[in-house]
C-alpha cells in the first residue's frame, strides 16, 4: 500500500517535444504529491508539487495533472529542453501517526532531451 | 542560507571497516531523513529524526546501522562492518518543523566497499 509506481523507467524526447511521465498510487492517506529532479552526482530537488484537492498545477513549463479517483499524477514538461535531461522522481506523502511528513519516492523516470 | 551539507562526499572503505556519514541541516531546520539510492533505482527512506531523538527507523536495517541527531553538531548515520551491499549514495534531507512538505536534499554521500 505504500508504493509508488511509477513509468516510464527511461524517456527520449526531441528538444520542444513534451514530456510525460506517470505515476501511481495505492494509499489514499497520501496527502502531498512532489516531484523531484535530480541531476547526475547531486541530491534531488523539488521541482513541483500538488495537493489532491487541486486536478492541475502549472508552473512555468512543468504541469502536474492529478487524478484522485484514479489515484494517479503525472508530469508534463512542455517544450522539452536538453538541460531537462535528468533524473525525475514522484513521490507521495502522508502525515504519519508521529506527526510528520514520510515520503514514498517512486522508481525514477530518466529523462533525455535529444537536439 | 547555506543547503544541507553532507560530508565526505565520496567514501571507500575496505569490507568490515566502519562508515560515517555525516549531515548539516539547513539552518532553522530540525527535522532530518536520511535515505539511501542503489544504482538506478530510488531512494529508499532509512530513517527520520529530530534533535537527540529517532522518530521513525523503520527503513534501517536491524543491524550494522545506526543513526543519530545531537543537540549540538550534525546528524551522522553510522554502518559498522561495511558489505559491498552497502555501496550506494546516501542521502540526507532536513525540514522545518511544521512544514508541510517539502523536504530538502544535501548533495550525497557516495559510498563504495570494496
Known amino acids: 500500500q505504500q508504493q509508488v509506481k511509477q513509468s516510464p523507467q527511461s524517456l527520449i524526447v526531441q528538444k520542444g517535444g513534451i514530456s510525460i511521465i506517470n505515476c501511481a498510487y495505492e494509499n489514499t492517506a497520501f496527502d502531498y504529491f512532489p516531484w523531484y529532479q535530480q541531476f547526475p552526482g547531486k541530491g534531488p530537488a523539488l521541482l513541483i508539487a500538488i495537493r489532491p484537492d487541486v486536478s492541475e498545477k502549472k508552473e512555468g513549463r512543468f504541469t502536474i495533472s492529478f487524478n484522485k479517483s484514479a489515484k494517479q499524477f503525472s508530469l508534463h514538461i512542455m517544450d522539452s529542453q536538453p538541460g531537462d535531461s535528468a533524473t525525475y522522481f514522484c513521490a507521495a506523502q502522508r502525515v504519519n501517526s508521529g506527526g510528520y511528513q514520510k515520503v514514498t519516492f517512486g522508481t525514477g523516470t530518466k529523462l533525455q532531451v535529444i537536439p | 542560507n547555506a543547503g544541507v551539507m553532507q560530508n565526505p562526499r565520496h567514501l571507500v572503505r575496505r569490507r568490515g571497516q566502519e562508515a560515517r556519514l555525516r549531515c548539516s541541516p539547513m539552518?532553522?531546520?530540525?527535522?532530518v531523513y536520511w535515505y539511501r539510492q542503489l544504482p538506478e533505482e530510488g531512494l529508499k527512506f532509512m530513517v527520520y529524526l529530530q534533535k537527540e531523538n529517532i522518530i521513525d527507523e523503520s527503513g534501517m536495517p536491524k543491524e550494522r546501522f545506526s543513526a543519530e541527531f545531537p543537540k549540538e553538531g550534525p546528524s551522522i548515520l553510522r554502518i559498522q562492518q561495511v558489505v559491498r551491499g552497502d555501496s550506494a549514495a546516501y542521502f540526507c534531507?532536513?525540514?522545518?518543523?511544521?512544514?508541510?512538505?517539502?523536504?530538502?536534499f544535501g548533495p550525497g554521500t557516495r559510498l563504495t566497499v570494496t
Open positions: 534531507a532536513s525540514s522545518p518543523a511544521n512544514s508541510y512538505g517539502e523536504q530538502y
Open positions: 539552518k532553522g531546520h530540525s527535522h
